[in-house]
């Protein structure tokens, strides 16, 4: 286990942001939503921020096999490699597009998750945002599904655990999209309480509100489902609310959000309207309960949003409240 380092107080710490150029290197196909640009303009947009002065560029590593297994079938992971590495456009499992450097490139964004759990739990950092391609919360441990090859939030789970003694996990996942994967890799888990705002009925057609966990994890999943069209009374409210009183009585060690900003207004593949400023005010909140819950242990993976402009912008505002935060603004 990595020891806690206690050499920075509070006002030394910054927030990390987990980054690297071979997240452009996973090549979907020419009209993709899912692009290299997206994490090109959202690196632009956070190292021109007013804040940029307050954020820690920190480069992946790599996941190992021991990493993925935490939470993937091994045989999966195989096939994944072998998909991959010969040559395919699609994992064989559905409809996950891939190219020659996908496999490194899922590799190093499961790792970068693990790293940002590593600097936040020995606190070298206060918090981090992980600008990780692909998105991961849609895979399950046997399969890829959406634009995701493997769970980067539920590796980044299992490890605190596994490897930094973290006892409870919550993940909070405000994309517009359900996060399946995330939900049937803790769904018999009661170490993982896994709350979910999204499009209803959307891709990839669950997340009802009466999927709540099942055996030892009956009452640790949470899903709000919302209509086309709905934006911050919704979403919000679900977080200040529901959210918020389940977490206080679970008592995380750690909270983990899965950061998708296909929920802005005007992405292409959803239907809510929140605005740059509600993402601010979510990750606010989640900062608040972190501080109250889990000592401040926050980690931030990017998952969807596919509207250029309004990624990066929304980005900024999301990385915004995690710098000011830690910054004790």
Known sequence: MIQESSTATSIDL???????????????????????????????HLRNADYAHRLE?????????????????????????RDIQGGGAYLSTGDTSIGP???????????????????VVQRSVKNAFCVLRPPGHHATPGRGMGFCVFNNTAVAARYAQQCHGIGKVLVADWDVHHGNGTQDAFYEDDSVFVFSTHQWPWYPGTGARDETGYGRGLGTTM??????????????GAFAGELLDAARRFKPELVLISAGFDSRDGDPL??????????????????DLADECAEGRLVSLLEGGYELHGLGSSARAHCGALANHAAGD
């Not at 910054?14 to 997206?38: C, L, M, N, Q, Y």
């Not at 560029?57 to 490699?81: K, T, V």
């Open 270 to 287: 959803g239907g809510f309207h929140l605005e740059d400023e509600d993402f601010a005010d979510l990750t606010r909140l989640m900062l």
């Open 101 to 119: 450097r996908s496999w490194d490139t899922s590799l190093m964004a499961a790792g970068g998750a693990c790293v940002a759990v590593d600097v």
């Open 223 to 236: 899903n709000r489902p919302f209509p086309a069209g709905s934006g911050r009374k919704e979403v919000f």
């Open 57 to 81: 560029w920190l480069a992946p590593r790599p996941a190992n096999r021991e990493d993925l297994l935490r939470c993937h079938l091994g045989g999966y992971i195989d096939l994944a490699r």
């Open 14 to 44: 910054k927030t990390g942001i987990v980054h690297a150029d071979i997240f452009t290197e996973h090549d979907t196909g020419f009209g993709h939503p899912e692009s290299p640009a997206r994490y090109v303009v959202i690196i632009d």
